[in-house]
């Protein structure tokens, strides 16, 4: 009993702020959820109890469900292209050793340690049809201006961004697993004949499975959080309010100021990312 006191004791910062930040703040929106706005007469609109009929509605908002299918298409197109690069970086700075090397890893790391926000503004800059320097170089070169904002090209520009944001973590991350493996193995590897493709393709990258596995998981939880970017881009470009789910309920709060719809967006939108991510892990966690 006195162990778990003193147990309790250490744990109770992280409690508070567990349920004052995390556990209270999705309670709350539930409870919003089943509200809903309704006008009586010519007054002004007023919250009543309306059940799940912010949530039927929400399963048939075209809008938000072209947000989701948004996030779906970003993911499976942008998370294998960023690991992989990740993967590629991580292999050749592991064969290189020295200064080089370490001014490598330096620089692809630094865009992590930008906030978000400043990274997706200086993309902002680049991808402005006035000022992005990749149109300067296409005038000159007396070709048409790209417009990277545009509807066709607006996720492939959001993609951009992130990639270059965590191509660098999960480099380093990577780069620290291969350097955890014992080089006993590559000598053996070597002495059997092995040449370095062998190596890569039958030591490292199947000792360091489970950080990509780790990451890959990062990745999907990181992809269901899509906002900053395509909020700053917002003032640069047209940008559509349904182009990501959380842009969306976001813009349904703090424009619209529709929060009963919002905490159901919300709570609709956690319980379909929980359900992946659950179905994910079970998959890609070891047999």
Partial sequence: MRHRKTALLFLAPFLTVFLAFYVAPVIYAIYLSLFIKKRVGLGPAKEIFGGLANYVRAVQDADFLNGVKNMFMFGIVQIPAMLGLAILLALLLDRSRGLFTRICRTVYFMPYGIPVAIGALIWGY???????????????????????????????????????????????????????????????ARIDGGTEWNIVRFIKLPLVVPTIRLLLIFSVIG???????????????????????????????ARDANYSYAGALAILLAAVIFIITGAFLRRVEPQ
């Fill in 223 to 253: 992809t269901s959080q899509l906002f900053t970017e395509a909020l700053v881009l917002r003032p640069i470009g047209y940008v559509p309010d349904n182009i990501t789910p959380n842009l969306y309920l976001y813009l349904t709060a």
């Fill in 126 to 188: 680049m991808y402005a049809p006035n000022l992005s320097p990749f149109n300067q170089i296409l005038r000159a070169l007396h070709q048409q201006p790209v417009d990277f904002i545009s509807p066709d090209l607006l996720l492939f520009s959001i993609g951009n961004i992130v990639t270059w944001t965590w191509t660098g973590y999960n480099m380093v991350t990577l780069f620290a697993a291969l350097q955890n493996i014992p080089s006993q193995l590559y000598e053996a």
